[in-house]
């Protein structure tokens, strides 16, 4: 069956950076689009960043970019997710998610995501 095993997240100061990375097993990987939510106590899941099955086309919420960068590498079954001049904001759950189609920024077009990696950004 489908897993996503997300790793990386840890308590980092305001301006720090986490490499978040995420291992995919139970279907092709290469196949799928795939992208990172995150959820913060209190709200709801939000959508952070997209990439399409090739990696070549990448899409990021406002609220991250120029400071998130999503990665993938189909021949290691690999999701990454580079975050760079970290906000107290960006304190969130972080999950792996695997796109089933619909559009992009909607949880809901997301089947399958990983248990989560705790993100903290606290002085």
């Known amino acids: 069956q489908v897993q996503l095993v997300e790793s990386g997240g840890d308590r980092v100061q305001p301006g720090g950076s986490l490499r978040l990375s995420c291992a995919a097993s139970?279907?092709?990987?290469?196949?799928?689009?795939m992208a990172w939510a995150r959820q913060a106590p209190g709200k709801p899941l939000e959508w952070v960043a997209f990439?399409?099955?090739?990696?070549?086309?990448?899409t990021y919420t406002d609220s991250v970019k120029g400071r998130f960068f999503i990665s993938r590498d189909n021949a290691k079954n690999t999701l990454t997710l580079q975050m760079n001049n970290l906000e107290r904001d960006d304190s969130a759950v972080y999950y792996c998610?695997?796109?089933?189609?619909?559009?992009?920024?909607?949880?809901?077009?997301?089947?399958?995501r990983g248990q989560g990696t705790q993100v903290t950004v606290s002085s």
């Open positions: 998610c695997k796109f089933k189609g619909g559009p992009i920024r909607s949880t809901g077009s997301y089947d399958a």
């Open positions: 139970g279907f092709i990987f290469s196949d799928y689009a």
């Open positions: 990439i399409n099955a090739y990696g070549g086309s990448l």
